[in-house]
């Protein structure tokens, strides 16, 4: 299965959908740069989403605890 035009990152699915294609005025998803992020960036981007996700779930339970009473 392991192939050397594979990556994880969802290009292989990109690859699919162009290969289905009539190829006319395509492009070639492997050529380029590969997509990546980096790890620090994606942490510096995923910060937000993870504090706010906190907070939610506090409210939730909050609100559970006030609305029940438990």
């Known amino acids: 299965?392991?192939?050397d035009k594979s990556e994880a990152c969802g290009r292989c699915s990109m690859?699919?959908?162009v290969g289905a294609t009539d190829?006319?005025?395509g492009r070639d998803p492997f050529d380029g740069d590969r997509i990546e992020?980096?790890?620090?960036?994606m942490r510096t981007v995923a910060r937000p989403a993870i504090l706010l996700?906190?907070?939610k779930r506090r409210l939730d339970e909050f609100a559970t605890r006030l609305t029940y009473g438990r």
């Open 53 to 55: 996700s906190r907070v």
């Open 1 to 3: 299965m392991d192939s």
């Open 23 to 25: 190829g006319e005025g």
């Open 15 to 17: 690859t699919a959908v």
């Open 37 to 41: 992020v980096d790890d620090d960036e």
